[in-house]
C-alpha cells in the first residue's frame, strides 16, 4: 500500500517474491534518481531525461531484468507525455509534432537501454545469481531485525547485570562466568554493530 499526502494512492498484494522486491527497488530507486536529477539539474532539460536515465541505472546494477522493464515503462509514459524540455521546444517551434520533437530530442540524448550481452547459460546463471541475492538480502534483514529488537530492553539489562555480582562467588570458574555475562550483555551494541558492519562489507563483495 502506497500513501500519497496521507491518503491511500494504490493497494497492491502479490505472491510473487520477485514482484514485491520489484515494486520495493523501484520506488527507492525513483527517489534516488530524481534526487540525483536535482542535484545535477540543467534548467534547459527535462528533469525526467536524467531522472528515468539514472533510475534505470540504479536498478541495472540490481537486476537488468528490472532495467528493462522500467525502461519499458518509461518508452509508455513518455508515448502519452514526451520530454518537455529546451530542445523539444526548440524542434516544435521549428514546425515538429510534439511526438516527432520529442523521438529527435530522444536519440539525441536517447535513455538507457539494457543490453542482452550474455548467452542463455550465461543468463540463467546471473538470474540464479540474482534470485540468491534477494533472498540473501531478506535473509539480512530479517536476522538483523530480530537481532537489533534486543537493543530494546539493553538499557534495563546492562544494568540489572550489574547485580551478577551480589552473591558470593564460589570459584574461579563461577566468577569467570559472571564477568562473561556481564560484558556479553554490557558490549552487545558494539558486538551487533560489528557484525551488521561485517555483514554488509561481506554482502557487498
Known amino acids: ?10 493497494r497492491f498484494t502479490t505472491d510473487d517474491l ?59 509514459i513518455l508515448k502519452e507525455h514526451p520530454f518537455g524540455d529546451m530542445a523539444g521546444r526548440e524542434l516544435r517551434d521549428a514546425g515538429h509534432s510534439p511526438q516527432t520533437a520529442s523521438q ?11 543490453q ?22 531478506i535473509i539480512l534483514i530479517i536476522v538483523c531485525g530480530l537481532q537489533g529488537l534486543l537493543l530494546l530492553p539493553w538499557p534495563i539489562a546492562s544494568f540489572m ?15 569467570i562466568s559472571r564477568y562473561l555475562a556481564a560484558f556479553s550483555i554490557w558490549f552487545y551494541p558494539v558486538f551487533y554493530g560489528i557484525a551488521l558492519l561485517i555483514s554488509l562489507l561481506a554482502f557487498r563483495k
Open 116 to 137: 542482452n550481452k550474455f548467452s542463455s547459460n550465461e543468463r540463467a546463471l546471473q538470474a540464479n545469481d540474482l534470485r540468491h541475492r534477494r533472498r540473501s538480502i
Open 18 to 76: 520477485d514482484e514485491l522486491l520489484f515494486r520495493i527497488f523501484q520506488s527507492v530507486t525513483h527517489d534516488l534518481a530524481f534526487a540525483y536529477e536535482l542535484a545535477h539539474r540543467m534548467e534547459t532539460q527535462d528533469c525526467r531525461r536524467l531522472g528515468f536515465r539514472r533510475q534505470v541505472e540504479l536498478l541495472s546494477a540490481i537486476s537488468p531484468s528490472w532495467a528493462e522493464r522500467k525502461g519499458r515503462e518509461h518508452d509508455r
Open 161 to 175: 547485570a550489574i547485580f551478577f555480582f551480589d552473591a558470593p562467588i564460589r570459584g574461579s570458574g563461577d566468577e
Open 1 to 10: 500500500m502506497s500513501l500519497s499526502n496521507g491518503v491511500r494512492s494504490e
Open 104 to 114: 529527435i530530442a530522444s536519440q539525441r540524448d536517447p535513455l538507457p537501454v539494457a
